[in-house]
């Protein structure tokens, strides 16, 4: 479904991916860890179309079509979502009439009583009240709400593959529980998972049977294993994990 090949990302003149491969199959569940600056929310923000990373070596392969040509909301429409380790606040966007709008590009949902009732359902099930439905994005949210905000909106998009970049920063415990549960819900309702994190807090809550983990390090896949590979990284730490695949 998502393939890459060979990915080579610059920034500035800087290598930040290099020679990258990748294969995301239906209903995958792959975890992306290692330390700060080795690449991985720059993976997440060039498979998203971020402006910052449209020059890039290599190729970029999703069912079958190559992504360069398409922007973020191209991708979007064509079953690829991001969920944003600092999901920004925009002014003069209400919560509520915004995922109205989201319904009408990408459902389709016809008239309001469709709409209203997805979202309601949706809402209700990651903690939304009336009153932050009436805010602006992200306005007075708190990390976890932000967070929370963006798996609503994968909810009802109901994307083919979820790119989620850190959804575990800045959470508190309760909102950790209901996000933990909603990749679990999305992830049983059939869509692909590329969740990148740094640490395995966020997976002692989440179902990891099938999973693949990819630890980066200089821009790059240097070792792959099944889940308990996270749980090696959380005991020994990244540099111990390398030293002992031969990654140094």
């Known amino acids: 479904m998502l393939e890459l090949k060979n990915l080579g990302v610059k920034k500035d003149g800087t290598a930040i991916l290099q020679n990258l491969n990748f294969i995301a199959g239906e209903s995958d569940f792959h975890v992306v860890m290692g330390p700060n600056g ?6 997440a923000r060039t498979l998203a179309g971020h402006p910052e990373y449209t020059d890039y070596e290599g190729s970029i392969e999703f069912k079958n079509r190559d992504l360069s040509d398409l922007n973020p909301d191209e991708r979007l429409i064509e079953g690829l979502m991001m969920g944003f380790q600092y999901p920004p606040r925009i002014k003069g966007v209400n919560i509520k009439r915004f995922l109205t709008k989201v319904l009408e590009k990408v459902d389709g949902a016809e008239g309001p009583e469709t709409k209203e009732e997805k979202i309601k359902s949706a809402t209700g099930e990651l903690g939304f009240s009336e009153d932050l439905l009436s805010r602006n994005i992200n306005d007075g949210l708190s990390g976890g709400e932000r967070k929370r905000l963006e798996l609503l909106q994968a909810r009802l998009i109901e994307p083919e593959v979820l790119i989620l970049d850190e959804p575990d920063s800045g959470v508190d415990v309760d909102s950790l529980e209901l996000i933990s549960d909603q990749i679990n819900h999305l992830h049983d309702q059939g869509t692909t998972i590329i969740l990148i994190t740094h640490y395995g807090s966020l997976l002692e809550e989440i179902d990891l049977e099938d999973a693949r983990v990819h630890l ?9 294993g099944k889940a308990d590979l996270a749980g090696e990284v959380d005991e020994k730490g990244f540099n111990q994990i390398y030293e002992e695949c031969g990654c140094n």
Do not use: P
């Not at 080795?38 to 993976?43: A, E, F, I, N």
């Open 38 to 43: 080795s690449g991985k929310s720059t993976l």
């Open 216 to 224: 980066f390090k200089d821009g790059n896949i240097v070792t792959s």
